[in-house]
């Protein structure tokens, strides 16, 4: 198969949802169908339970499961699809906004009872500002919820999304009978524990056929026949244009667990999701048609095996074609790299690639070279945009506990800071290490990591900060002025940032153009 082909036959996508709408299972089932695994169970939830948080052997436990299950690739009527897990817990959201990165379009998952839940607003927010195209699917319509037209409402109001049903729920819960795919014009039924495959649709093009009472009961097909009348009449037709242009999302209802809809969203999702699109760089847009390759990392896993210090860099291809043992620039470090282990992973499997097209992800084993963001090239310098990195929310003084251990603790940290778990800031009058976080449980990993990584204990103190961000002046003298004001008043306190992503050559230089110091309220 040439490249063109290769190319065009890749859709790669990430699943997004509140933690037990059930991305899991979709992810599972979706699997299933590509004959990528054969059993239910195969893959994991990767999600940190609640209780999780005092739990680091669960913490662990899911972060081993995490990487099996990063990117799961299958095949599917000829197609190469890439699905890029996403964590659940709000306290990883930064990875998650990282992997949606790397994806061409999302698949929004909501619980039919509980609607949209406040992880899937942020994290559909972070989609919209890129156009990114989204697909919702209503989960567990075995179960009692929320009425189908006030829930699209909801997805409306809550989400920013302008939204076009193309399958509609016959019945709920207890009266569930199946999904009318509006845009295949096919019944299908709904038969619990059944292995629901396409067998199972009854074609009904005319929704006023009397087929529709047979299958149905008559009260079941006159509410049908009503809604999808409103539905024709109040939201706008289905357009893949809009769709792709992140202007309009389908809609889908299913029981993922019962595997009920899923082929349904499958096979519309082959149909009109995106092949791999151009990537913005500050130098240019990378299309991926081009001939070079070039990618960028948007995760990195560390130490998979506590007895060997490796890592994994999560490379997406933009263009071109990556191939093994071939010589690369690692634009940041402006050094030459060939990788003889690229990796991709599958459930428990991993195997060694060859060839990656644009679209894929490959596991490059790292020793330490790769950040978050780093761009690898055919010899071309590019600086991918809109890897995000979050200003973090708190702020805690992290103490070496064995003065004999720092430089175990200093690697220790620098390492996990390039895993993007956290941003490290070094107090300027005290040179004091502060960690700041998006959520909590970073700390607990940073240091349940720390000790069981590096051997380096560590405990942390309160900081009464509650916000880093950047300040800058083009005005010297203005700028002395309230750099000391604000040290006089330690509201805010003007620090160094000792940060290693914004050691960085190259990407941050326009940092330094101006006087800048990152500043903490
Ligand atoms: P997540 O990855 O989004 O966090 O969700 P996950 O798939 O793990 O699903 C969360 C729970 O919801 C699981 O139950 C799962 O079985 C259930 N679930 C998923 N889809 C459906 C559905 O269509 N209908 C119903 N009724 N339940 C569904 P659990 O009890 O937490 O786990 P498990 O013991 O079943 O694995």
């Known amino acids: 198969m040439g490249f063109k082909e290769e190319l065009n036959r890749r859709k790669t996508f990430g699943i997004i949802s509140h933690p037990d709408a059930g991305k899991t299972t979709l992810t599972e089932k979706l699997l299933l169908f590509g004959g990528a695994i054969q059993?239910?169970?195969?893959?994991?939830?990767?999600?940190?339970?609640?209780?999780?948080?005092?739990?680091?052997?669960?913490?662990?436990?899911?972060?081993?499961?995490?990487?099996?299950?990063?990117?799961?690739?299958?095949?599917?009527?000829?197609?190469?699809?890439?699905?890029?897990?996403?964590?659940?817990?709000?306290?990883?959201?930064?990875d998650t906004y990282r992997t949606l990165t790397a994806v061409d379009s999302v698949i929004v998952v909501i619980d039919v009872a509980k609607g949209v839940e406040t992880q899937t607003e942020k994290l559909v927010e972070v989609c919209r500002m890129r156009n990114t195209p989204i697909i919702v699917f209503i989960n567990k319509l075995d179960r009692e919820g929320l009425d189908g037209f006030d829930l699209l409402d909801e997805v409306e109001q809550k989400l920013g999304l302008k939204v076009r049903p193309l399958s509609w729920p016959v019945g709920m819960g207890q009266r569930f009978q199946g999904v009318y795919s509006m845009y295949e014009k096919k019944l299908v039924l709904f038969r619990p524990h059944s292995k629901q495959d396409s067998d199972e649709k009854i074609e009904i093009t005319d929704l006023n056929s009397p087929e529709l009472e047979k299958h149905v009961g008559e009260r079941a097909a006159q509410e049908l026949r009503e809604e999808v009348t409103v539905i024709e009449e109040v939201y706008p037709a289905f357009s893949r244009e809009a769709y792709l242009n992140g202007e309009l999302s389908p809609v889908f209802f299913g029981s993922a667990v019962n595997n009920f809809g899923v082929r349904e969203l499958l096979d519309c999702f082959v149909d009109i999701a995106p092949t791999p699109l151009p990537r913005i760089t500050e130098e240019r847009p990378v299309h991926p048609d081009e001939d070079k390759f070039s990618g960028f990392v948007f995760k990195i896993?560390?130490?998979?095996?506590?007895?060997?210090?490796?890592?994994?860099?999560?490379?997406?291809?933009?263009?071109?074609?990556?191939?093994?043992n071939t010589n690369y620039l690692h634009v940041r470090q402006g050094k030459q790299m060939k990788f003889?282990?690229?990796?991709?992973?599958?459930?428990?499997?991993?195997?060694?690639?060859?060839?990656?097209?644009?679209?894929?992800?490959?596991?490059?084993?790292?020793?330490?070279?790769?950040?978050?963001g780093d761009s690898v090239t055919e010899g071309e310098v590019l600086h991918f945009k809109g890897i995000p990195s979050f200003s973090p929310e708190q702020f805690r003084y992290v103490n070496n506990k064995n003065p004999m251990k720092a430089k175990q603790f200093n690697k220790g940290l620098e390492q996990l800071m390039d895993e993007g778990v956290a941003q490290l800031f070094t107090r300027e009058i005290n040179q004091r290490k502060i960690v700041g976080t998006v959520g909590a449980l970073q700390f607990d990993v940073i240091q349940y990591r720390m000790e069981h990584e590096y051997g380096a204990a560590c405990d942390y103190e309160p900081v009464n900060f509650y916000k880093a961000c950047w300040v800058s002046c083009d005005d010297k003298k203005l700028?002395?002025?309230?750099?000391?004001?604000?040290?006089?008043?330690?509201?805010?306190?003007?620090?160094?940032?000792?940060?290693?992503?914004?050691?960085?050559?190259?990407?941050?230089?326009?940092?330094?153009?101006?006087t800048r110091r990152c500043s903490f309220i």
């Open 301 to 324: 896993h560390a130490n998979m095996d506590p007895n060997h210090r490796d890592r994994i860099a999560f490379l997406r291809v933009c263009s071109g074609t990556f191939q093994r």
């Open 39 to 94: 059993i239910a169970g195969a893959v994991k939830s990767n999600k940190i339970k609640k209780s999780a948080t005092s739990d680091f052997m669960e913490i662990e436990r899911q972060r081993g499961i995490s990487v099996a299950t990063s990117v799961m690739a299958f095949e599917y009527r000829g197609l190469k699809i890439n699905i890029l897990d996403t964590p659940g817990h709000q306290d990883f959201a930064e």
């Open 479 to 514: 700028w002395k002025n309230s750099k000391n004001a604000a040290n006089a008043t330690s509201r805010t306190i003007s620090m160094e940032i000792s940060s290693s992503w914004l050691k960085a050559p190259g990407r941050y230089k326009w940092r330094r153009k101006t």
């Open 340 to 372: 003889s282990n690229p990796t991709s992973f599958m459930a428990d499997k991993k195997t060694v690639v060859d060839e990656a097209y644009p679209g894929d992800v490959v596991g490059l084993y790292d020793s330490g070279n790769f950040k978050i």
